[in-house]
């Protein structure tokens, strides 16, 4: 096996995320730099017709698709393919052992990125995160529309950037393939599509390299910090749903960028290092709580809902004076419509739990993971909502969006301080992320060889 020590040794420490041109500038004076090495693509227009880049790194017999910022408001990715191109380029042993051709989007949605901007640049706090928040709704975005003719779905509408990503995947055949998802509140979970046991030391190994640990959450785990990560295949989930009659799904657009890869090399393999922004230091209390896992589940349900229910108030409201047509406006939209419609959820599949689960006394570090997740994921959409209200005051000066906006924000202050009052929320430094996630591409790239057939 390589040694990757010279890579991992040499990971830089960063302050804060890159900016969508800050990405663009580097990409351009790493391929000059090393015009030999280097190969960049342009994979087309994204929908306000920015160039999507792709740097192409290598001359191995195997093919490595990589992308970062696969849901715009997660912007560690950018800051892992930067580092992890250069480190490519700089090491000729470890980039020739793995023997792979690195097609590497820093930025697979430039548009919709250059939204969140204000907390790229600081501060990193929650409060900024959901003041700047967007999110590009599900219908629209990179990995969820990706052609798919099956059983009753014949579905082929995708969006820019998804044929951007397409340009690789129909060129090449790809082996490994990795979208650079980031969650908010909590460790390391590497999402895989089936189990790997043959991967799991080295994955968690890294994490522990880089003091980054795997997060405490009841779900489909197979390993610690290793998870079943069900919403990679939306299309097979609704054609399920489908077969035993269920009538009311979550409409979808196209089918996952894994499940297409798997049409065109059904031994292809994904991981996601779907690590968090920040973390509580009680997280690694594993002593038992005075709480069962059904009474944390309980307080998160009654969390979402509270907060469910006042968006939908507010937004009630504000609709006979929503006169403009914005992406903070649609993304609102987006996901009001399954508060109203309750249909199945495809994309991001609930977990489910028996009453077994439900009865166990939840340890320090479950009970925190599962409350403070719902006390901190609440201000993202209240965030979003507050600024598809500013967008529209902004543009028509109407006193009732003003009205309503100053209304949101007051309640997302409230949010902010209770999370601050209840939790001691800390930054993973940016360096041991990017750290632990270009690891895990490495040593995922080897795994998915010998899959091969």
């Known amino acids: 096996m390589p040694e990757f020590s010279e890579i991992l040794d040499n990971i830089p420490d960063r302050e804060r995320y890159y900016t969508v041109d800050e990405l663009h500038r580097r990409t351009l004076d790493l391929a000059s730099e090393y015009p030999?090495?280097?190969?960049?693509?342009?994979?087309?227009?994204?929908?306000?017709?920015?160039?999507?880049?792709?740097?192409?790194?290598?001359?191995?017999?195997?093919?490595?698709?990589?992308?970062?910022?696969?849901?715009?408001?997660?912007?560690?990715?950018?800051?892992?393919?930067?580092?992890?191109?250069?480190?490519?380029?700089?090491?000729?042993?470890?980039?020739?052992?793995?023997?792979?051709?690195?097609?590497?989007?820093?930025?697979?949605?430039p548009d919709a990125a250059r939204r969140n901007e204000g907390f790229h640049k600081g501060p990193l706090t929650p409060l900024n995160f959901s003041l700047n928040y967007y999110r590009t709704p599900y219908s629209i975005t990179p990995d969820g529309c990706f052609p798919?003719?099956?059983?009753?779905?014949?579905?082929?509408?995708?969006?820019?950037?998804?044929?951007?990503?397409?340009?690789?995947?129909?060129?090449v055949k790809v082996h490994l393939i990795s979208a650079l998802h980031m969650m908010k509140w909590g460790g390391i979970s590497y999402m895989v599509p089936f189990p790997c046991t043959?991967?799991?030391?080295?994955?968690?190994?890294?994490?522990?390299?880089?003091?980054?640990?795997?997060?405490?959450?009841?779900?489909?785990?197979?390993?610690?910090?290793?998870?079943?990560a069900e919403y990679l295949t939306p299309a097979?989930?609704?054609?399920?749903?489908?077969?035993?009659g269920n009538t009311n799904i979550e409409p979808i657009q196209g089918c996952d960028a894994y499940e297409y890869a798997q049409v065109?090399?059904?031994?292809?393999?994904?991981?996601?290092?779907?690590?968090?922004?920040?973390?509580?230091p009680r997280m690694l209390d594993d002593r038992v709580s005075e709480s069962?896992?059904?009474?944390?589940?309980?307080?998160?349900?009654?969390?979402?809902?509270?907060a469910n229910s006042f968006l939908l108030d507010v937004w009630g409201r504000a609709l006979p004076h929503m006169v403009t047509e914005t992406p903070y406006r649609f993304m609102v939209e987006d996901y009001m419509e399954p508060l109203i419609s309750k249909y199945t959820n495809v994309s991001n599949p609930p977990f489910k739990f028996d009453a077994r689960v439900h009865a166990r006394k939840a340890t320090v570090a479950e009970k925190i993971g599962i409350e403070g997740h719902d006390d901190i994921y609440r201000m993202f959409k209240l965030g979003g909502l507050r600024r598809a209200l500013d967008e529209e005051f902004e543009a028509t000066g109407s006193p009732e969006v003003e009205a309503l906006r100053d209304e949101a924000h007051a309640e997302l202050l409230e949010y902010d301080g209770f999370l601050h009052a209840n939790y001691d929320v800390v930054n993973h430094p940016i360096r041991n992320?990017?750290?632990?996630?270009?690891?895990?591409?490495?040593h995922s790239a080897l795994y998915a060889k010998t899959l091969q057939r």
Not at 208 to 218: C, D, E, G, S, Y
Not at 236 to 244: G, I, K, L
Not at 264 to 280: K, R, T
Not at 292 to 306: H, K, S
């Open 236 to 244: 097979r989930n609704w054609v399920r749903h489908h077969a035993v």
């Open 148 to 171: 798919i003719r099956f059983g009753p779905l014949d579905l082929n509408s995708p969006v820019p950037e998804t044929r951007a990503l397409m340009k690789v995947l129909d060129r």
């Open 264 to 280: 065109l090399n059904p031994d292809a393999f994904i991981i996601i290092p779907e690590c968090c922004i920040w973390y509580e």
């Open 292 to 306: 069962t896992l059904g009474e944390a589940f309980q307080y998160g349900n009654e969390v979402t809902n509270r």
């Open 36 to 109: 030999d090495k280097v190969e960049l693509l342009d994979l087309g227009p994204s929908t306000e017709g920015e160039t999507i880049e792709c740097l192409k790194i290598g001359d191995g017999r195997y093919n490595a698709l990589v992308h970062g910022f696969p849901n715009s408001e997660e912007p560690y990715g950018g800051n892992v393919l930067d580092n992890f191109s250069r480190a490519l380029v700089e090491n000729d042993d470890i980039r020739e052992a793995l023997d792979y051709t690195w097609y590497l989007v820093k930025c697979s949605d």
């Open 433 to 442: 992320l990017v750290g632990m996630s270009t690891g895990c591409l490495m």
């Open 198 to 228: 043959g991967l799991y030391a080295d994955l968690q190994n890294n994490a522990r390299r880089f003091n980054v640990f795997p997060r405490k959450r009841p779900g489909t785990m197979l390993a610690p910090g290793i998870m079943h």
